[in-house]
Each structure stands twice: as C-alpha cells, then as structure tokens.
C-alpha cells in the first residue's frame, strides 16, 4: 500500500512542472553556467555539449529564467535586448520526489503526534523585479512573532542559504529549538527540502512540509504578517532600496505592535519568552514603544531620505 502511494505521488509531481534531482541540476550548471558566462549562447552550448547536458534548449531557458542555475538572465546578450514575452507560469520542482512524505496530510499526521512542537511558516514577499531579489519571512505560528530576510535572487539556494548562515550564527542547539516543523508552499524555492532539514554533516535540524497547492489558508500566519509588511511597503516597490538593517527595523515594529489574538500583548515579548531577548537580538530585532510604531510607508522612506541627502 505504501509503494503504491508513493509511485502515485511521483506520478502526478512527474506532470507537474520539470523535474531534475540535486545532482543532475549541479551537474548541469557546472557545465552550462560557465560557458554562459564566457559569451557563448544556449543553442551553442547545447550543441557542443549534448552529450554532458541531455535536454533541450526549451528546457535550458525555463531553468535560467527560473533561476535554477547559477547564470542569469542578464548574462544572456539576446535576452537583454529582446522585450520579454508573456510567459505562462510554471512550477518548477527540482526534485519530483521532494513531497513525499512531506504533504499536508504528513503534516497534520506529524502534528497529531507532536501537538506541542513549534511551527514556522516560511514565505517570500515579491519585489518589483520579477525573478530578481525579494523577502523570505518567517512567520512562527504560536507566537505571531516574525523574521525576514532579504535575497538577492528567488531560487531555491537563496533559501538554503538564509537556513545554513541561521543555523552557525544561532549554534545548532538553539537553532533546533526555533523551526523544528517548517510549512512552505509549493513553489521551486523550497524544492529541495533536504538541503534544509539537514546540515552538511547529515544531522537533522528541522522536518519541511508543504501545503497543498493554492491552499494559502494553511499558512495563515504568513498571510495575516505579510498584510503588515504591505502597510509599510507596498506592493510594486523595489526591494533593493532596503538593506537588512531597514527591514529588520520594520520588523522589530510589526512584531511591537499589540494583537487582539494573543490577549492584547505583542508578538516581541511572546517570542522573548519562549526564546529569549538574546536571541531576537542575534536577529536586530528590538521592541519599539507602543506609542512609536508608524505601520505605513513613512517608517522606512524617511531613513532612506536621510541616508540620501546631500
């Protein structure tokens, strides 16, 4: 029965979107981003290295405008100059097996056996850009506290990254104590969910889920935080106008500001009680006075102003 469940599942990730493993997307960028980088163009690659790449043209641009690879968009001439088409959106999952096991019916199985363990959400907040730079939020669902992180890029090492640096900077013990559960959603970002529940030596440091596609009320947490972070800044707004510090500010603010959930208290004193002040500070994170919290965009133009003047 088993068996049978898990070759349902691969069958119908298989349909969905383009499906590579870890290994065989290394391998393809080693050998494509390179020569990207020196000039040369996808067809000519492709045709001078078919052997080593073993998919097609198509296939090679959908991984580059998805930012699969280490080379971008920018690095190819033609799609500088060319005016982007209108491209229907696709899902990409870089390891077809990566749901297994890892559903919203794993979750709420897993939950029902943990009912006390902690849960993060994560989610991104688009930029301007589409496929450059963005938000990664954090969303912690018992104490509506959250993180966020800039990217310089929406793939899924960015992702990856943001996790490793966490894990050294907060020291693996409490690290593990923070996110032992993650929910994501379906996207390509978080495709490669082992790179995220394990650190380079194999040992476990958190368990990912996804939700079920177009599902977003099953991340609540993460959509009722990302209202606050659009008071301040506003959908089509150019993320590369903030440094970490601005948004970590616009953070400690959010998670300042008093919920009618939690019984008039504010997600900052809830996080600091369960994780201590220590550790929202490893994060920039400070509490702001109630009296002192401007939710608009106001709170971050005006650094910015003053950091521009001349």
């Not at 349909?15 to 000039?39: C, F, M, N, Q, W």
């Not at 390509?188 to 082992?194: G, N």
């Not at 009680?273 to 994060?283: A, R």
Request: net charge positive; proline share 6%.
């Amino acid at each position: 029965m088993d068996a049978q469940k898990e070759y349902e599942l691969t069958r119908s990730e298989s349909r969905s979107g383009y499906a590579i493993s870890e290994t065989e997307l290394k391998h393809l960028d080693s050998v494509l981003s390179p020569l990207l980088l020196k000039g040369q163009s996808v067809h000519h690659i492709s045709q001078t290295h078919a052997d080593s790449i073993m998919c097609s043209e198509k296939t090679l641009y959908t991984y580059i405008h998805n930012n699969l690879l280490s080379a971008r968009n920018i690095d190819l001439p033609r799609k500088v100059r060319l005016r982007p088409r209108r491209l229907k959106s696709v899902t990409i999952k870089v390891d077809k097996s990566c749901r297994i096991g890892r559903t919203w019916k794993d979750y709420c199985g897993y939950m029902t056996l943990h009912p006390d363990t902690p849960v993060v959400q994560i989610d991104p907040v688009a930029g301007m850009k589409v496929g450059g730079g963005d938000l990664l939020t954090l969303p912690f669902v018992n104490s509506s506290s959250m993180l966020a992180f800039l990217r310089d890029s929406n793939d899924s090492q960015s992702v990856i990254d943001i996790f490793d640096r966490l894990y050294l900077e907060l020291r693996p013990d409490i690290f593990q104590d923070l996110p032992p559960v993650i929910l994501a959603d379906n996207g390509s970002k978080f495709s490669t969910p082992s790179r995220i529940e394990f650190d380079h030596q194999g040992n476990r440091r958190t368990r990912l889920f996804y939700c079920d596609p177009s599902a977003l009320y099953q991340k609540g947490a993460a959509e009722n935080n990302h209202e606050f972070i659009r008071r301040i800044i506003p959908k089509g707004v150019d993320l590369a106008l903030y440094s970490q510090e601005q948004i970590s500010l616009m953070i400690s603010h959010i998670d300042s500001y008093l919920r009618k959930a939690l019984g008039n208290k504010n997600p900052y004193d809830m996080f600091a009680f369960q994780y201590g002040i220590e550790t929202l500070e490893k994060f920039g994170l400070r509490k702001i006075p109630a009296a002192e919290i401007p939710l608009s965009p106001e709170l971050l133009n005006k650094i910015y102003r003053s950091r521009n003047v001349p």
